[in-house]
């Protein structure tokens, strides 16, 4: 088994910045990859920003440019630097981890993190 613990949401104004971190412990030796994962109230879960063990980042199209992704494979973490944020960015963030890459859609994801809340203020 795998635990997530994320941290860093909180409220910010639109244009603002914050830093979300996740820390896996347990058997992450079976982590291929993570990844960051949003749910707005009445949409579903959808992927912002994954990453792998050998650095293959994939992002969201509505992300693209202002957010980016990194990891720290020695201390199985994960990052992620959200830049000019905006209203429609608001939602609960997860930390998700899967075995494999191509398991990193939300469907797919093997472990998640009990979410931390992003609000942006227009």
């Known amino acids: 088994q795998v635990q997530l613990v994320e941290s860093g949401g909180g409220l910010v104004q639109a244009g603002g910045s914050l830093r979300l971190s996740c820390a896996a412990s347990g058997s992450t030796s079976t982590i291929y990859a993570m990844g960051w994962y949003r749910q707005a109230p009445g949409k579903q879960r959808e992927l912002v920003a994954a990453?792998?063990?050998?650095?293959?980042?994939d992002y969201a199209d509505s992300v693209k440019g202002r957010f980016a992704i990194s990891g720290d494979n020695a201390n199985k973490s994960v990052f992620l630097q959200m830049n000019l944020l905006r209203p429609e960015d608001t939602a609960v963030y997860y930390c998700g981890a899967a075995r494999k890459w191509y398991d990193r859609r939300p469907d797919k994801v093997d472990y998640w993190g009990q979410g931390t809340q992003v609000t942006v203020s227009s």
């Open positions: 990453i792998s063990n050998f650095g293959s980042t």
